[in-house]
Protein backbone atom coordinates (compact mmCIF):
# COMPACT_ATOMS: atom_id res chain seq x y z
CA UNK A 1 0.00 0.00 0.00
CA UNK A 2 0.98 3.23 -0.78
CA UNK A 3 2.15 6.10 1.87
CA UNK A 4 0.87 8.92 -0.22
CA UNK A 5 -0.52 11.16 2.52
CA UNK A 6 1.09 14.60 3.99
CA UNK A 7 2.75 12.97 6.66
CA UNK A 8 5.12 10.78 3.71
CA UNK A 9 8.07 13.36 3.99
CA UNK A 10 12.01 12.55 2.77
CA UNK A 11 12.10 12.61 6.81
CA UNK A 12 9.44 9.88 7.27
CA UNK A 13 10.76 7.12 4.78
CA UNK A 14 14.12 7.46 5.82
CA UNK A 15 13.20 6.74 9.30
CA UNK A 16 10.99 3.61 8.09
CA UNK A 17 13.57 2.46 5.62
CA UNK A 18 15.93 2.60 8.80
CA UNK A 19 13.54 0.36 11.33
CA UNK A 20 12.97 -2.33 8.29
CA UNK A 21 16.37 -2.31 8.00
CA UNK A 22 16.80 -2.78 11.66
CA UNK A 23 14.36 -5.26 11.38
CA UNK A 24 16.33 -7.59 8.59
CA UNK A 25 18.73 -7.90 10.57
CA UNK A 26 21.11 -5.14 9.95
CA UNK A 27 23.44 -3.63 12.30
CA UNK A 28 24.06 -0.07 11.22
CA UNK A 29 22.04 2.02 8.79
CA UNK A 30 22.49 5.30 7.04
CA UNK A 31 21.42 6.92 3.92
CA UNK A 32 23.34 9.55 1.79
CA UNK A 33 22.07 11.68 -1.38
CA UNK A 34 23.31 9.96 -4.10
CA UNK A 35 25.98 12.46 -6.00
CA UNK A 36 28.91 11.95 -8.03
CA UNK A 37 31.65 10.84 -5.55
CA UNK A 38 34.34 13.24 -7.57
CA UNK A 39 37.44 13.07 -4.88
CA UNK A 40 37.40 9.68 -4.64
CA UNK A 41 36.65 9.09 -8.89
CA UNK A 42 40.86 10.89 -8.84
CA UNK A 43 41.87 9.08 -5.96
CA UNK A 44 40.75 5.67 -7.28
CA UNK A 45 42.17 6.96 -10.53
CA UNK A 46 45.49 7.67 -8.90
CA UNK A 47 45.32 4.13 -7.46
CA UNK A 48 44.79 1.91 -10.86
CA UNK A 49 47.74 4.47 -12.54
CA UNK A 50 49.70 3.54 -9.80
CA UNK A 51 49.04 -0.19 -10.65
CA UNK A 52 48.39 -1.29 -7.07
CA UNK A 53 45.33 -3.16 -7.90
CA UNK A 54 47.09 -5.92 -8.80
CA UNK A 55 45.16 -8.53 -10.83
CA UNK A 56 41.58 -7.17 -9.82
CA UNK A 57 41.47 -5.84 -13.46
CA UNK A 58 37.25 -5.66 -13.22
CA UNK A 59 38.44 -2.37 -11.23
CA UNK A 60 39.74 -0.66 -14.33
CA UNK A 61 36.35 -1.02 -16.41
CA UNK A 62 34.02 1.79 -16.60
CA UNK A 63 35.91 3.85 -12.76
CA UNK A 64 33.52 6.65 -13.62
CA UNK A 65 30.13 3.86 -13.14
CA UNK A 66 31.97 3.03 -9.69
CA UNK A 67 31.91 6.55 -8.35
CA UNK A 68 28.62 7.55 -10.01
CA UNK A 69 25.85 5.59 -8.55
CA UNK A 70 23.01 7.47 -11.55
CA UNK A 71 25.54 5.61 -14.15
CA UNK A 72 23.98 2.20 -12.34
CA UNK A 73 20.64 3.17 -11.93
CA UNK A 74 19.89 6.72 -13.69
CA UNK A 75 17.21 7.56 -11.56
CA UNK A 76 18.79 7.35 -8.31
CA UNK A 77 18.31 9.95 -5.71
CA UNK A 78 19.48 8.33 -2.55
CA UNK A 79 21.78 5.55 -1.27
CA UNK A 80 21.01 3.43 1.65
CA UNK A 81 24.39 2.18 3.47
CA UNK A 82 24.23 -0.62 5.59
CA UNK A 83 26.75 -2.76 7.84
CA UNK A 84 26.22 -6.56 8.87
CA UNK A 85 28.76 -7.56 11.90
CA UNK A 86 29.99 -11.11 11.35
CA UNK A 87 32.55 -11.29 14.46
CA UNK A 88 32.17 -15.08 15.85
CA UNK A 89 34.37 -15.62 18.97
CA UNK A 90 36.78 -18.30 17.43
CA UNK A 91 40.15 -17.78 17.31
CA UNK A 92 42.95 -19.52 14.36
CA UNK A 93 45.97 -21.86 15.80
CA UNK A 94 49.24 -21.70 14.42
CA UNK A 95 49.07 -26.11 13.82
CA UNK A 96 51.78 -26.24 11.00
CA UNK A 97 49.35 -29.04 9.31
CA UNK A 98 47.22 -26.54 8.56
CA UNK A 99 46.05 -23.04 6.99
CA UNK A 100 44.71 -20.37 8.48
CA UNK A 101 41.23 -19.24 6.76
CA UNK A 102 39.83 -15.37 6.86
CA UNK A 103 37.33 -14.97 9.14
CA UNK A 104 35.10 -13.03 6.37
CA UNK A 105 34.65 -16.76 4.92
CA UNK A 106 34.06 -18.83 7.74
CA UNK A 107 30.83 -19.36 7.57
CA UNK A 108 28.16 -19.04 4.61
CA UNK A 109 29.04 -16.48 1.38
CA UNK A 110 28.41 -12.64 2.30
CA UNK A 111 26.79 -11.78 -0.53
CA UNK A 112 24.25 -14.32 -0.48
CA UNK A 113 23.35 -13.19 3.43
CA UNK A 114 23.89 -9.43 3.00
CA UNK A 115 22.42 -10.22 -0.71
CA UNK A 116 19.16 -11.74 0.55
CA UNK A 117 18.35 -9.03 3.28
CA UNK A 118 18.87 -6.34 0.57
CA UNK A 119 16.44 -7.91 -1.03
CA UNK A 120 13.91 -8.75 1.12
CA UNK A 121 14.22 -4.36 2.29
CA UNK A 122 13.64 -3.78 -1.40
CA UNK A 123 10.67 -5.31 -1.71
CA UNK A 124 8.89 -4.03 1.40
CA UNK A 125 10.19 -0.80 0.18
CA UNK A 126 8.24 -1.34 -2.98
CA UNK A 127 5.14 -2.33 -1.20
CA UNK A 128 5.09 1.48 0.55
CA UNK A 129 5.96 2.98 -2.46
CA UNK A 130 5.21 1.66 -5.47
CA UNK A 131 6.95 3.92 -7.87
CA UNK A 132 10.43 2.69 -6.18
CA UNK A 133 13.24 1.99 -8.50
CA UNK A 134 16.01 0.57 -6.80
CA UNK A 135 19.19 -1.87 -7.25
CA UNK A 136 20.53 -4.20 -4.67
CA UNK A 137 24.31 -3.85 -4.51
CA UNK A 138 27.06 -6.47 -2.34
CA UNK A 139 30.51 -6.15 -3.10
CA UNK A 140 30.23 -6.75 -6.80
CA UNK A 141 28.52 -4.26 -8.59
CA UNK A 142 31.00 -0.99 -9.55
CA UNK A 143 29.29 0.64 -6.36
CA UNK A 144 32.26 1.97 -3.71
CA UNK A 145 30.78 0.43 -0.78
CA UNK A 146 33.49 1.38 2.07
CA UNK A 147 33.07 5.07 0.64
CA UNK A 148 29.14 5.30 0.84
CA UNK A 149 29.46 3.94 3.93
CA UNK A 150 31.62 6.04 5.60
CA UNK A 151 29.44 9.23 3.62
CA UNK A 152 26.27 7.56 4.99
CA UNK A 153 27.88 7.85 8.41
CA UNK A 154 28.38 4.21 9.61
CA UNK A 155 32.33 4.80 10.22
CA UNK A 156 35.62 5.76 8.52
CA UNK A 157 37.99 4.56 6.30
CA UNK A 158 41.09 3.10 8.20
CA UNK A 159 44.49 3.49 7.24
CA UNK A 160 44.33 -0.53 6.37
CA UNK A 161 41.81 0.70 4.44
CA UNK A 162 39.22 -1.43 5.69
CA UNK A 163 35.72 0.48 7.17
CA UNK A 164 35.70 0.96 10.79
CA UNK A 165 32.91 1.12 12.90
CA UNK A 166 33.05 2.60 16.60
CA UNK A 167 30.34 0.44 17.54
CA UNK A 168 31.63 -2.77 16.01
CA UNK A 169 34.66 -2.19 15.12
CA UNK A 170 35.79 -4.01 11.34
CA UNK A 171 34.05 -6.47 11.34
CA UNK A 172 31.06 -5.98 8.95
CA UNK A 173 30.08 -6.72 5.53
CA UNK A 174 28.79 -3.74 3.22
CA UNK A 175 25.96 -3.26 0.74
CA UNK A 176 23.97 -0.64 -0.45
CA UNK A 177 20.48 0.01 -2.07
CA UNK A 178 20.43 2.58 -4.49
CA UNK A 179 17.03 4.32 -4.51
CA UNK A 180 14.85 6.49 -6.83
CA UNK A 181 13.21 7.98 -3.52
CA UNK A 182 14.21 11.28 -2.27
CA UNK A 183 15.09 10.61 1.32
CA UNK A 184 16.41 12.81 4.13
CA UNK A 185 20.41 11.93 4.59
CA UNK A 186 22.48 11.26 7.79
CA UNK A 187 24.25 14.56 9.22
CA UNK A 188 27.34 13.25 7.90
CA UNK A 189 30.59 11.43 8.20
CA UNK A 190 31.94 10.16 10.72
CA UNK A 191 35.15 11.54 12.12
CA UNK A 192 38.75 9.41 11.36
CA UNK A 193 39.50 8.06 14.73
CA UNK A 194 42.93 6.18 13.86
CA UNK A 195 44.94 9.16 15.29
CA UNK A 196 48.59 8.63 15.12
CA UNK A 197 47.93 5.22 15.11
CA UNK A 198 50.44 2.68 12.81
CA UNK A 199 49.54 -0.51 14.26
CA UNK A 200 48.19 -1.87 10.84
CA UNK A 201 51.10 -0.36 8.79
CA UNK A 202 53.35 -1.96 11.20
CA UNK A 203 52.03 -5.74 11.41
CA UNK A 204 51.51 -6.43 7.83
CA UNK A 205 54.10 -8.90 6.85
CA UNK A 206 54.54 -8.36 3.43
CA UNK A 207 54.45 -4.52 3.38
CA UNK A 208 51.29 -4.14 1.62
CA UNK A 209 50.47 -0.86 3.29
CA UNK A 210 52.27 1.17 1.28
CA UNK A 211 51.12 4.53 3.12
CA UNK A 212 48.44 5.40 5.41
CA UNK A 213 45.04 4.34 3.35
CA UNK A 214 46.75 3.36 0.53
CA UNK A 215 47.54 -0.91 0.08
CA UNK A 216 49.62 -2.18 -2.79
CA UNK A 217 47.23 -5.00 -3.68
CA UNK A 218 50.88 -6.87 -5.63
CA UNK A 219 52.19 -7.42 -1.72
CA UNK A 220 48.95 -8.32 -0.25
CA UNK A 221 48.08 -11.74 1.70
CA UNK A 222 44.99 -11.35 0.89
CA UNK A 223 44.98 -10.39 -2.67
CA UNK A 224 48.08 -13.50 -3.48
CA UNK A 225 45.44 -16.22 -2.10
CA UNK A 226 41.88 -15.09 -3.59
CA UNK A 227 42.52 -12.82 -6.33
CA UNK A 228 46.28 -14.46 -7.98
CA UNK A 229 45.37 -16.61 -10.73
CA UNK A 230 49.18 -17.16 -11.24
CA UNK A 231 50.61 -21.02 -10.81
CA UNK A 232 52.90 -19.54 -8.25
CA UNK A 233 53.00 -16.56 -5.67
CA UNK A 234 55.43 -14.37 -5.66
CA UNK A 235 58.68 -14.87 -3.56
CA UNK A 236 58.35 -11.79 -1.54
CA UNK A 237 54.43 -13.02 -0.79
CA UNK A 238 54.90 -16.19 -0.24
CA UNK A 239 57.78 -16.37 2.38
CA UNK A 240 55.69 -14.18 4.41
CA UNK A 241 52.49 -15.59 4.62
CA UNK A 242 52.74 -16.54 8.03
CA UNK A 243 50.27 -19.76 7.62
CA UNK A 244 47.63 -17.78 6.01
CA UNK A 245 45.63 -20.35 3.28
CA UNK A 246 42.75 -18.25 2.77
CA UNK A 247 42.85 -14.37 2.70
CA UNK A 248 44.60 -12.42 5.91
CA UNK A 249 43.19 -10.72 8.52
CA UNK A 250 46.24 -9.10 10.36
CA UNK A 251 45.44 -5.50 10.30
CA UNK A 252 42.09 -5.94 11.32
CA UNK A 253 43.51 -8.16 14.45
CA UNK A 254 46.28 -5.48 15.37
CA UNK A 255 43.49 -2.65 15.10
CA UNK A 256 42.46 -1.54 18.77
CA UNK A 257 38.97 -0.38 17.42
CA UNK A 258 38.43 -4.22 17.33
CA UNK A 259 38.21 -4.38 21.31
CA UNK A 260 34.62 -3.23 20.61
CA UNK A 261 33.20 -6.36 18.12
CA UNK A 262 30.34 -7.64 19.25
CA UNK A 263 29.47 -11.68 18.30
CA UNK A 264 26.87 -11.63 15.38
CA UNK A 265 23.40 -12.36 15.71
CA UNK A 266 23.34 -13.85 12.48
CA UNK A 267 23.89 -17.94 12.66
CA UNK A 268 25.14 -18.18 8.91
CA UNK A 269 28.43 -16.75 9.70
CA UNK A 270 29.47 -19.13 12.61
CA UNK A 271 32.21 -20.99 11.23
CA UNK A 272 31.34 -24.52 9.26
CA UNK A 273 33.46 -27.46 9.93
CA UNK A 274 37.46 -27.01 9.28
CA UNK A 275 36.56 -23.40 7.86
CA UNK A 276 38.91 -22.02 11.01
CA UNK A 277 41.99 -23.54 10.31
CA UNK A 278 42.04 -26.35 7.08
CA UNK A 279 43.94 -29.24 7.31
CA UNK A 280 46.34 -29.00 4.28
CA UNK A 281 46.70 -32.06 3.52
CA UNK A 282 42.60 -32.50 2.77
CA UNK A 283 43.08 -29.16 0.68
CA UNK A 284 45.63 -30.87 -1.42
CA UNK A 285 43.41 -34.39 -1.76
CA UNK A 286 40.64 -32.35 -2.84
CA UNK A 287 38.56 -32.83 -6.03
CA UNK A 288 36.77 -31.01 -8.28
CA UNK A 289 33.76 -32.73 -7.12
CA UNK A 290 34.90 -33.06 -3.29
CA UNK A 291 35.83 -28.77 -3.80
CA UNK A 292 32.26 -28.00 -5.00
CA UNK A 293 30.72 -29.84 -2.22
CA UNK A 294 32.79 -28.53 0.39
CA UNK A 295 32.82 -25.46 -0.12
CA UNK A 296 29.10 -24.65 -1.95
CA UNK A 297 27.36 -21.00 -0.70
CA UNK A 298 31.18 -20.24 0.79
CA UNK A 299 33.56 -17.22 -0.46
CA UNK A 300 36.34 -19.76 -0.65
CA UNK A 301 34.74 -20.83 -3.94
CA UNK A 302 36.42 -17.24 -5.21
CA UNK A 303 40.18 -18.98 -5.06
CA UNK A 304 39.10 -21.77 -7.42
CA UNK A 305 40.21 -25.13 -6.86
CA UNK A 306 43.92 -24.33 -8.49
CA UNK A 307 44.42 -21.11 -6.55
CA UNK A 308 43.53 -22.56 -2.77
CA UNK A 309 45.27 -25.69 -3.45
CA UNK A 310 48.70 -23.60 -4.79
CA UNK A 311 47.99 -21.95 -1.24
CA UNK A 312 48.41 -24.97 0.47
CA UNK A 313 51.53 -26.55 -1.59
CA UNK A 314 53.36 -22.86 -1.27
CA UNK A 315 52.73 -23.15 3.00
CA UNK A 316 53.53 -26.65 3.45
CA UNK A 317 56.99 -25.78 1.34
CA UNK A 318 57.48 -23.13 3.31
CA UNK A 319 57.20 -25.32 6.57
CA UNK A 320 58.94 -27.86 5.70
Given at each position: ?75 TRSVVAVALNYYT ?36 IKEQWPETEGKVC ?183
Amino acid sequence: MSNNSNNDTPASRSRKIKERACAEGFHLVGIVKADALELERERLQEWLERRLHGEMRWMEREPEKRTDPRLVLPSTRSVVAVALNYYTPHKHTDEPSTGKISRYAWGDNYHDVVGEKLKRLLAWIKEQWPETEGKVCVDIQPVMDKVWAERAGLGWIGKHSNLITRERGSWVFLGELILNLELEPDAGRVEDHCGTCTLCIEACPTKAIVEPYVVDSNRCISHATIELRAPEIPDDVSSNLKGWLYGCDICQDVCPWNRFEQQTDESRFEPRDNNVNANLSDILELTPETYAERFRRSAIKRAKLTGLQRNARTLVEHKA
